[in-house]
Each structure stands twice: as C-alpha cells, then as structure tokens.
C-alpha cells in the first residue's frame, strides 16, 4: 500500500486545526475512509512572549472615593505550534481517488491557509515525514 502525507502548519490558530480535524473526521464517515485517511496532530510548544499588561482608568465613582488604576491582563497568547499531518493509503488500484483526494484536500477552506505540502514516496523528505508521523501519538 503506498502512502502519500499531507503536511499542514496551522502555526497558533487551534480553531483552524480543530475545523480542519473536524472536516477529516466527517470525510472518513460519509466516504468510508477508515484506514485510507488517517491524520495525527503535532503541538509543539512555542516560548511565549511576554507582554507588559497595560494599565486600565476605571470610571471615577461618585462622591469623594479616588479612582483607582486597575491592570488588565492581557489574553493568553497560544504557546503551541499545531501541525497536521494527514496521511492517504490507497492501494494500487485506486489511484485516480488518491489523485483526487490529494487535489481536494489542500483546496479545502481550513487547510488552504496552512501552507500545504505534498510528501509523496520517493521524495527525499518522505522518510523523515513517515518517522514523524509513526512517533506520534
């Protein structure tokens, strides 16, 4: 059986990464792609940058009381890198459905952003891909 990868990098938008696993998990079903699609998430943790909270007025209260300056926080930037990486198992005679899935799929809304790529057997990065995606869990 030969295995193509699909290699996509979210980069830090974990709502992209988790519509685009949504989108897999919904082909899987309504095309009976079991064990011809199977994909695996790849977080690596990123150092965070540190922000200096900005200082926020309260409104003055009535009467004699002082306003006090209050910090707010800012939101928790992501400190995860998502990477998705897909891959297709057709056997040899379906090669016109893995030709097509490979076509459909990076043209898809939540994978088009992520910067595609296609690692197909023979190619030089292909054995590092296969590693990688067997050492995730």
């Not at 998990?25 to 990123?46: C, H, I, P, S």
């Not at 057709?90 to 952003?113: A, C, D, N, Y």
């Amino acid at each position: 059986m030969r295995h193509v990868y699909l290699l996509f990098d979210f980069a830090k938008d974990e709502e992209k990464a988790q519509q685009a696993r949504h989108k897999l998990e919904g082909w899987k079903q309504a095309f009976r792609l079991d064990k011809k699609l199977l994909y695996k998430m790849e977080r690596t943790a990123v150092a965070p940058t540190e922000v200096e909270p900005k200082p926020v007025k309260a409104e003055k209260p009535k009467g004699r009381a002082k306003a006090s300056a209050k910090v707010e926080a800012p939101p928790p930037a992501p400190s995860e890198e998502i990477k998705l990486l897909v891959r297709l198992a057709f056997s040899g005679h379906e090669k016109l459905s893995e030709q097509r899935w490979v076509q459909r799929i990076p043209t898809e809304e939540p994978f088009h952003g992520a910067s595609p790529k296609v690692v197909r057997a023979g190619e030089a990065a292909f054995e590092a891909t296969e590693k990688q995606f067997d050492e995730l869990a």
